[in-house]
């Protein structure tokens, strides 16, 4: 189970071990389970916002469980974005949330380039964008340098992180 395949990450003596929560099952016993068998590795929760309900209480269990973040995703890759299934005033209250339990927060799902400066705006920790990184946007295609620099000029106009900041 989860406490399995964190021990089996762990153990290649990766610094982090990202975990996913999706639908089904009880979270908060895999959250405990990952916090128990992650060895010397910090933890981070993903939670799969098209398959689950990011709800507070689970913020609050990572945070208990010595999580280092926490990361609001999706899960079907269906052409949908994160955007698509949770509107952004609830992205900033998710952001908020993970502050103040002492967590960093990250926002990833399908993002698009016109996705990034909006949600960089919000303030996040991390934001996830292997698709918009590639070349016609497909996360299975090749990273494109143009699409690289836009990346990061929508995240430096967005007055988040200074403009000589290394991305």
Known sequence: GVATAVAGVAATGVDIV?????AGGDPRTCIAAAA????????????????????????????????????????LKDGRTLRDHVPDDALADFIGRARDAGLW????????LADIAPLAMLGPSILGCRGALCRGGARG????????AEVVRSVTVSGRVPADTAM
Request: proline residues 3%; contains cysteine.
């Open 141 to 148: 295609d090749g990273s494109d340098a143009g699409r690289v």
């Open 105 to 112: 927060a990250g926002l990833a799902g399908s993002l698009r």
């Open 36 to 75: 128990n068998s992650r060895g010397a590795a910090a933890l981070v929760g993903v939670i799969l916002a098209d398959l689950t309900d990011p709800s507070p209480e689970l913020v609050c269990a990572m945070a208990d469980a010595g999580f280092i973040g926490v990361m609001l995703d999706t899960g």
């Open 18 to 22: 990202k975990m996913g929560i999706g």
